[in-house]
């Protein structure tokens, strides 16, 4: 005698079925299963990221301004492995490839401890205001932007000075500090302009992917930042450090860094991230996601994706 089946496992037929429906031929079990395996559609991602946007513009200055110094701190991880593995390798090919692995390190710290880092903000706050284009998101924005940034280079000077004036590192370390240093400001402002493009570009797309990742979350931030090590596209967070630390050991005047590094290296982690991500992928959801809305996209409307103290990114 056939055993019972479980009513879950019994296909639904349901009025008007036919054979070329195949997800009505699946048993109510079956289906559950499709929809966890199935991946997150871009509406989705976008949607889950201007969620987290909304949470961070209605955070308070003060929590911004903690958690964005935090995470100025640990991108000095970022020069600390990367120089310690320079020093640790023989010149060539094998340095080359193996010494942006060290990179990672200091966006691993900040993305998985939910830090604000100023780059990332290029995207996840900016969907809010692609969808409420007033006076008050944009000021919003602007404030996010003004409080993270300057925390986030105070992070970094902070870290520089204290990796150049006290005994921490040996001398080997200091140079290999130098040499990632000289490298980010020995290019004119429009190739630094230019591959700051690609690394806001390349850091955006990383906001965008993580929704998705799940338990990959830790691969896709060293594959992506990698990338950008790999690249030597200027990041205007990490690369602040390096020229902070050539700074206050006295091999480049502020200025220098000023002119040749920041302000290139601001402006195209800003296009990159805001009008290569944001707006483009902004743009191949927008129909769907108005389509979808039942009510105002306002900021009151939307439930905030996170809040609360100066330990959340």
């Known amino acids: 005698m056939a055993e019972p089946r479980d009513q879950d496992d019994v296909p639904s037929r349901?009025?008007?079925?036919?054979?070329?429906?195949?997800?009505?031929?699946?048993?109510?079990?079956?289906?559950?299963?499709?929809?966890?395996?199935?991946?997150?559609?871009?509406?989705?991602?976008?949607?889950?990221?201007?969620?987290?946007?909304?949470?961070?513009?209605?955070?308070?200055p003060w929590a911004l301004a903690l958690s964005a110094l935090a995470a100025?701190?640990?991108?000095?991880?970022?020069?600390?492995?990367?120089?310690?593995?320079?020093?640790l390798?023989?010149?060539?090919?094998?340095?080359?490839?193996?010494?942006?692995?060290?990179?990672?390190?200091?966006?691993?710290?900040?993305?998985?401890?939910?830090?604000?880092?100023?780059?990332?903000?290029t995207l996840t706050?900016?969907?809010p205001l692609l969808h409420d284009r007033s006076m008050?998101?944009?000021?919003?924005?602007?404030?996010?932007?003004?409080?993270?940034l300057a925390a986030n280079i105070m992070g970094a000077c902070l870290f520089a000075w204290a990796a150049a004036w006290t005994p921490?590192?040996?001398?080997?370390?200091?140079?290999?500090?130098?040499?990632?240093?000289?490298?980010?400001?020995?290019?004119?402002?429009?190739?630094?302009?230019?591959?700051?493009?690609?690394?806001?570009?390349?850091?955006?797309?990383?906001?965008?992917?993580?929704?998705?990742?799940d338990s990959a979350r830790s691969f896709v931030i060293i594959a992506i930042t990698y990338v950008v090590g790999l690249g030597a596209f200027p990041h205007v967070i990490a690369g602040s450090v390096e020229c902070a630390f050539l700074a206050f050991s006295g091999q480049a005047s502020w200025g220098e860094i000023f002119t040749r590094f920041f302000m290139p290296t601001l402006l195209g982690n800003m296009l990159g991230g805001v009008a290569l991500v944001a707006v483009l992928n902004y743009g191949q959801v927008a129909p769907e996601v108005e389509e979808g809305a039942n009510e105002p996209n306002g900021l009151s409307n939307v439930p905030s994706g996170r809040q609360g103290g100066p330990d959340e990114h």
Do not use: C
Not at 89 to 115: D, H, K, M
Not at 140 to 146: Q, T, V
């Open 72 to 87: 100025g701190l640990s991108m000095g991880f970022s020069m600390v492995v990367e120089g310690k593995l320079e020093s």
């Open 14 to 60: 349901e009025p008007g079925f036919t054979p070329v429906d195949k997800l009505a031929e699946l048993s109510p079990r079956q289906k559950k299963e499709v929809r966890e395996k199935s991946r997150p559609n871009a509406a989705l991602i976008h949607e889950t990221i201007r969620s987290e946007g909304i949470g961070e513009l209605e955070r308070e």
């Open 125 to 127: 706050p900016v969907l």
């Open 168 to 213: 921490v590192f040996d001398s080997a370390m200091a140079r290999a500090f130098s040499d990632l240093g000289r490298e980010a400001i020995k290019a004119a402002f429009v190739p630094t302009f230019l591959r700051a493009i690609l690394a806001g570009w390349l850091i955006a797309l990383m906001v965008w992917l993580l929704p998705a990742a």
């Open 89 to 121: 390798l023989p010149p060539g090919p094998a340095r080359a490839l193996i010494s942006p692995l060290g990179y990672a390190v200091g966006f691993l710290i900040v993305v998985l401890g939910r830090q604000q880092l100023f780059t990332e903000n």
């Open 136 to 148: 008050k998101t944009f000021g919003l924005l602007l404030r996010l932007w003004a409080v993270v």
